[in-house]
Each structure stands twice: as C-alpha cells, then as structure tokens.
C-alpha cells in the first residue's frame, strides 16, 4: 500500500493528519513561504502525540537553497536536536551558487543524522539535470528525495516523475509532492508508479477572534491547517 506523508505546519495539523490515516508526518513552519523549521515547543508537542514516523524541515530560512557558513552551523545543530527529541527522521538540502548539490554540506547532514532517515527537499526541482542529479543523491546515502519533477506541480511533472521513479529503481524512494490532492493522487499514483506520496491537505479556518478589528495587514485572519477530512481522502485515494 502507497504511503501518504502530510507537511504539517503545526503540532494541530501533525494531530490532523494522524487522525486522517497518514504514514508519515513532515513538520514544518511558515508553510506558505516554502516551509522553515518548527520552533522546540512545536517539536515536543508534536514528538509527545505522534505515533507515526515524524520528520522535521531542517531549512533557517525562505529563499534560495545557498546558504551560508552559519547557517549550515545552525542546521546541524538543528538535526542534532531533532536526534535528541527523538524524531524519526530529517527534511535537509543545499545548493552551489551553480544550482548543483552541494556535496559538502550534505555530507555534513548526513553524518549529523545517523540513527535517523534523511530526506532531500525540493531544491531538487532547482537542479539543472535531476537525472545525474538523482545518482548524486544515491551515492551520497539519501533515502528519499521530494519532488514535483520540476514542475509547478506533481501532476504536470507526473512524467518526468515516473521516469525518475523507474531510474531510481527502488535504491531510493523518489516521492511526489506539490498540488496532490484527492481529486487527482490515484492517477498520479498510476502515472508515476510512485509508493510515497507528499501533501499538505490543508485548509483555511475562519479566525478565532469575535472582535473583528480593522486589519489593513491581514494578521487576524484565521490560521491554515491541514484537515482531517482531507487527509482521509487522500489516504483512500492511495488504498
């Protein structure tokens, strides 16, 4: 049976997305701008109520995928407290300025999370060749790598993702994320023959506040979580 992993924004949509019958969570902050890492409250509370595997977005910021001497310090500090939370696993990559795979730094990960699953992120869909690419990923020791094929989405990237998947041949897990929704993952799952899946399931709550004051910077809007209802559509979609 294929494996649907939620990106969950928050300790609830981690809640949410166990509750709807998902495999996997990927914890993360700030969704909307391409996912950050949670804060440590976000990480026990989460590590404390889940029951199925939890990984956590190692990324200190939005933007580009080139980052700094520092910042890969904070990022390995970062996997190193995921370890000690016990999380099952971690979300990492890293670029050149080139848009390669910057090697050193993702061996730097990796020895950093022994003892846990290691997954690179959609900064693959930023290489210039995600087949030569995908042979770096193997040889370096990744897991699993996520990816919309390079495309807006995983449903317009559906055939460059089955012939990724039938290129990696089952020496890493090439998982399909961006866009999958209810409505279209049991084509995506026939198209790609893909075993895991990636998605948000999210939706906007109305906001909690009775008090509805002028907001001219739309901070009192209501939060975006992922969605039970969702999430079971999802995972039935996969059976």
């Known amino acids: 049976m294929a ?18 019958g998902a495999g996997r969570v990927e914890l993360c902050a700030s969704l909307d701008e391409g996912g950050v890492t949670p804060s440590h409250g ?29 910042e890969i310090e904070a990022m390995l500090d970062d996997i190193m407290h995921c370890r000690e939370l016990g999380c099952d ?21 990796l020895d950093a999370a022994q003892g846990m699953g290691i997954t690179f992120h959609r900064a693959f869909d930023l290489v210039p060749d995600q087949g030569d690419t995908l042979e770096t990923l193997i040889d370096l020791g990744f897991e699993r790598v996520l ?3 390079g495309m807006a989405s995983a449903v317009a990237g ?30 995506l ?4 023959g893909a075993a895991e899946f990636h998605a948000s399931a ?30 079971r559509a999802l995972v039935a979609g996969l059976s």
């Open 158 to 187: 559906a055939g460059r993702l089955g012939r990724l998947v039938s290129q990696a041949a089952g020496r890493i897990v090439v998982m399909p994320g961006a866009g999958i929704e209810p409505g279209n993952i049991a084509d």
């Open 202 to 231: 999210k939706r906007r709550l109305p906001s909690a506040m009775r008090r509805k004051p002028a907001d001219p910077l739309g901070m009192g809007a209501g939060e975006t979580r992922s969605d039970v209802e969702t999430v």
């Open 147 to 149: 990816t919309s094929g």
């Open 42 to 70: 976000t990480l026990v509370l989460a590590r404390e109520g889940l029951e199925i595997p939890l990984y956590v977005l190692i990324r200190p910021r939005a933007g580009d995928f080139v980052y700094e001497d520092h």
């Open 3 to 20: 494996l649907l992993e939620v990106a969950a924004n928050s300790a609830a949509s981690a809640f949410a997305a166990q509750e709807g």
């Open 89 to 109: 696993g971690v979300v990492v990559g890293a670029l050149t300025p080139e848009g390669e795979v910057d090697t050193d730094a993702c061996l730097r990960f």
């Open 189 to 192: 799952r026939k198209v790609t």
